[in-house]
């Protein structure tokens, strides 16, 4: 309450008493807002009503052409401290007054969309924003605004023709984004079983941007589906190759697919490739889930791994091993080596799994939009995210 009162106190005291003075200077048409009115304005503002301010604002208007200035800046101010209705309320009332300078016009409409946006009047706030982009006013902040109200229904065709129009406005490339609409309309077919559109968006996403990872799981994806396992092979390893730090994203669908194939050699091959341009433990997990399956004992790799850099991912599969050893068994001790790896699944599924690396966001499901900052592309995979030496 206390801050509410002395925001109204300064910010507006502040605006109205600096136009004040500016208004001392001769104007060259109009007349200016009388000692009485600018009196009855401020004490409104002092008392902390602000609709008695606009109507004092609303009146002093009529007879004084600049007072529009003032207008605008009491709007912007409305709307930055949330209170959108009055915002609207002085800007709408702004456009009515016919004799406003064509630049201030355009700059009155422009707040009165942002005034839209704001309170969630999408079809007004795109359909002002389409209007000022045509007529060439506020070219790039409308685009960018349509780009976000397009964003946020989902209509990712339309999405896209903004973004186009705006990397020819701006001059710089929007095609990361624009392969993340491709995207979303290719997840949106494959809601849909259809497959082939699916595969065709797709692809057209990493035709658009070649270094999408997204494209490139998503392509995978598809493949795997349709039993193309040698294909999605490809394509999960593209993504690897894109983007390193998407291993904890690609690698299960990977060792998925070899496995149909039989492609084990190429497996370990990529493994071992893996091991020497990253310090991931991811592989090992992999390699000792290998071993066992052909029946070979993993204890001396985990454990070595393990004194290397202790992760939760190989002591998880460390334990699994030893619960099945004979000497444990005989000693009674798997329910409790089980009883600790269950423990360590159950951490780890309410660990942060995903960072933004903008705002710092942890997820724990992927987001190719964050949803806390709205950047594409921003959020990465928590590599193996809690280290047990703490570091
Ligand atoms: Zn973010």
Same mark, same amino acid.
């Given at each position: 309450?206390?801050?509410?009162?002395?925001?109204?106190?300064?910010?507006?005291?502040?605006?109205?008493?600096?136009?004040?003075?500016?208004?001392?200077?001769?104007?060259?048409?109009?007349?200016?807002?009388?000692?009485?009115?600018?009196?009855?304005?401020?004490?409104?503002?002092?008392?902390?009503?602000?609709?008695?301010?606009?109507?004092?604002?609303?009146? #002093?208007?009529?007879? %004084?052409? *600049?007072?529009?200035?003032?207008? =605008?800046? +009491? &709007?912007? @101010?409305?709307?930055?401290? !949330? $209170?959108?209705?009055?915002?609207?309320?002085?800007?709408?009332?702004?456009?009515?007054?016919?004799?406003?300078?064509?630049?201030?016009?355009?700059?009155?409409?422009?707040?009165?969309?942002?005034?839209?946006?704001?309170?969630?009047?999408?079809?007004?706030?795109?359909?002002?924003?389409?209007?000022?982009?045509?007529?060439?006013?506020?070219?790039?902040?409308?685009?960018?605004?349509?780009?976000?109200?397009?964003?946020?229904?989902?209509?990712?065709?339309?999405?896209?023709?903004?973004?186009?129009?705006?990397?020819?406005?701006?001059?710089?490339?929007?095609?990361?984004?624009?392969?993340?609409?491709?995207?979303?309309?290719?997840?949106?077919?494959?809601?849909?079983?259809?497959?082939?559109?699916?595969?065709?968006?797709?692809?057209? #996403?990493?035709?658009? %941007?070649? *270094?999408?990872?997204?494209?490139? =799981?998503? +392509? &995978?994806? @598809?493949?795997?589906?349709? !039993? $193309?396992?040698?294909?999605?092979?490809?394509?999960?390893?593209?993504?690897?190759?894109?983007?390193?730090?998407?291993?904890?994203?690609?690698?299960?669908?990977?060792?998925?697919?070899?496995?149909?194939?039989?492609?084990?050699?190429?497996?370990?091959?990529?493994?071992?490739?893996?091991?020497?341009?990253?310090?991931?433990?991811?592989?090992?997990?992999?390699?000792?889930?290998?071993?066992?399956?052909?029946?070979?004992?993993?204890?001396?790799?985990?454990?070595?791994?393990?004194?290397?850099?202790?992760?939760?991912?190989?002591?998880?599969?460390?334990?699994?091993?030893?619960?099945?050893?004979?000497?444990?068994?005989?000693?009674?001790?798997?329910?409790?080596?089980?009883?600790?790896?269950?423990?360590?699944?159950?951490?780890?599924?309410?660990?942060?799994?995903?960072?933004?690396?903008?705002?710092?966001?942890?997820?724990?499901?992927?987001?190719?939009?964050?949803? !806390?900052?709205?950047?594409?592309?921003?959020?990465?995979?928590?590599?193996?995210?809690?280290?047990?030496?703490?570091?």
């Amino acid at each position: 309450m206390f801050d509410s009162l002395l925001g109204w106190l300064l910010l507006p005291l502040g605006i109205v008493l600096g136009w004040a003075l500016s208004r001392r200077m001769p104007q060259p048409e109009g007349q200016s807002l009388s000692t009485e009115q600018l009196g009855g304005l401020l004490s409104h503002l002092a008392g902390d009503d602000p609709d008695q301010a606009i109507a004092a604002l609303t009146q #002093a208007a009529e007879i %004084d052409h *600049s007072t529009a200035e003032l207008h =605008l800046t +009491l &709007g912007n @101010l409305f709307r930055k401290r !949330g $209170e959108v209705d009055r915002a609207m309320r002085v800007h709408e009332t702004l456009l009515t007054r016919g004799n406003l300078r064509p630049q201030l016009q355009h700059q009155v409409r422009y707040e009165l969309a942002q005034d839209y946006l704001k309170a969630g009047l999408m079809d007004r706030a795109e359909q002002m924003f389409q209007e000022l982009a045509a007529q060439g006013l506020f070219v790039t902040q409308s685009l960018e605004q349509l780009v976000a109200v397009y964003e946020q229904g989902r209509d990712w065709k339309q999405a896209m023709e903004a973004a186009r129009r705006l990397e020819a406005a701006k001059g710089e490339s929007k095609r990361a984004v624009i392969a993340q609409y491709y995207c979303e309309l290719a997840e949106e077919a494959r809601r849909a079983k259809n497959l082939p559109e699916a595969l065709k968006l797709a692809q057209r #996403a990493l035709d658009t %941007d070649s *270094s999408s990872v997204r494209a490139s =799981l998503l +392509l &995978g994806a @598809l493949a795997e589906t349709a !039993g $193309e396992f040698a294909e999605a092979s490809r394509f999960y390893r593209r993504a690897f190759d894109q983007d390193p730090r998407f291993l904890p994203e690609m690698l299960a669908p990977l060792q998925r697919c070899v496995e149909k194939t039989g492609d084990m050699p190429g497996f370990v091959q990529f493994l071992n490739d893996v091991k020497a341009v990253s310090g991931s433990m991811l592989p090992v997990v992999a390699e000792a889930q290998l071993m066992r399956r052909e029946g070979l004992d993993a204890m001396g790799l985990l454990s070595a791994s393990l004194e290397r850099q202790p992760t939760r991912a190989v002591l998880t599969e460390f334990l699994d091993v030893l619960e099945k050893r004979p000497e444990v068994v005989a000693a009674g001790l798997e329910k409790s080596a089980a009883s600790l790896r269950q423990a360590l699944i159950k951490f780890g599924e309410t660990s942060a799994r995903y960072q933004c690396g903008h705002c710092g966001f942890n997820p724990r499901q992927m987001f190719w939009q964050c949803p !806390g900052c709205k950047n594409w592309g921003t959020i990465t995979p928590l590599d193996e995210s809690v280290r047990l030496s703490g570091s």
